[in-house]
C-alpha cells in the first residue's frame, strides 16, 4: 500500500520540527513550508495527497493559500493545524476548501488519524473543539470580500485615514469609504474596530 504524500506548512520553525518526526514515520513527507506563497508553489509542482497547513503565515495566509490552490485547480486534501479553538475560524476553514481542522494541542496519534481519515476522502473535525459555528457567524464567514476590499482592510488596520488610504490605492475617498461601508455590511459589523478584529480573526488581513 502507498503511503500517503504530505506537505507541512509552518512558519514556526520549532513546531515544525517536532511534527516532522512524527509526520515522517508514518507518511512520505515531502517537504515542510513556511509562508504560503510556497505552499502554493510546491502543491502545484508536487501534488501531494494531504497538506497540513497553519492559518496564520507570512506572504500569504493559510486561507488565502489554499483558496488560491483550489482556484489553480489542486485536490490535495486540507487539514488547518492550528492553535485556534474558535468556531468562526472552524467555518471559514471549510468554506476556504478544508477537509480537516485540528488543534495543535491535540496528540500525535489524533494527527495521524486525521491524515488518514481526509486521505480516504472523509472530512475530520477534533473533538478539542468545544463548539460548532452558530449558523449566524457560519452564515457570515461564508460571504467573500473582494480584493479591493481586502486592500483597503489592510490599509485601515495599519491605521491609515480613508483619505490615504484613497490616495495608496489611487482611488477617490468615497470610493475607499464606499468599499468599507460595504465590508462591514458583507460581514455584519457595526464599527471600524469591530470590522479589524474580526477580519484578523478570520485571517482576511494579517
Given at each position: 500500500m502507498n503511503r500517503i504524500r504530505l506537505i507541512l506548512a509552518d512558519d514556526h520553525v520549532m513546531v515544525a520540527q517536532g511534527l516532522q518526526s512524527l509526520l515522517c514515520d508514518e507518511f512520505?513527507?515531502?517537504?515542510?513550508?513556511?509562508?504560503?506563497?510556497?505552499?502554493?508553489?510546491?502543491?502545484l509542482n508536487l501534488k501531494p495527497d494531504?497538506?497540513?497547513?497553519?492559518?496564520?503565515?507570512?506572504?500569504?495566509?493559510?486561507?488565502?493559500?489554499?483558496?488560491?490552490?483550489?482556484?489553480?485547480?489542486?485536490?490535495?486534501?486540507?487539514?488547518?493545524?492550528?492553535?485556534?479553538?474558535?468556531?468562526?475560524?472552524?467555518?471559514?476553514?471549510?468554506?476556504?476548501?478544508?477537509?480537516?481542522?485540528i488543534l495543535k494541542q491535540a496528540a500525535g496519534?489524533?494527527?495521524?488519524?486525521?491524515?488518514?481519515?481526509?486521505?480516504?476522502?472523509?472530512?475530520?473535525?477534533?473533538?478539542l473543539i468545544t463548539s460548532l459555528p452558530p449558523e449566524s457567524q457560519t452564515k457570515n464567514a461564508q460571504k467573500t470580500i473582494t480584493p479591493r476590499q481586502r486592500e483597503v482592510l489592510k490599509l485601515l488596520s495599519q491605521g491609515l485615514t480613508m483619505k490615504e488610504i484613497a490616495a495608496e490605492l489611487k482611488i477617490s475617498t468615497r470610493t475607499a469609504e464606499s468599499h468599507k461601508y460595504e465590508t462591514m455590511q458583507t460581514l455584519g459589523v457595526e464599527t471600524t474596530a469591530e470590522l479589524i478584529r474580526y477580519c484578523l480573526r478570520l485571517g482576511l488581513i494579517s
Open positions: 512520505d513527507l515531502l517537504g515542510t513550508v513556511g509562508n504560503g506563497r510556497e505552499l502554493v508553489e510546491w502543491t494531504v497538506i497540513l497547513v497553519d492559518i496564520s503565515m507570512p506572504v500569504l495566509n493559510g486561507f488565502d493559500a489554499v483558496r488560491e490552490l483550489r482556484k489553480r485547480g489542486s485536490e490535495s486534501r486540507i487539514i488547518f493545524l492550528t492553535m485556534h479553538n474558535d468556531p468562526a475560524l472552524l467555518a471559514e476553514a471549510f468554506r476556504s476548501g478544508a477537509s480537516g481542522y496519534e489524533e494527527l495521524v488519524n486525521a491524515v488518514r481519515e481526509v486521505a480516504q476522502g472523509n472530512n475530520y473535525i477534533s473533538p
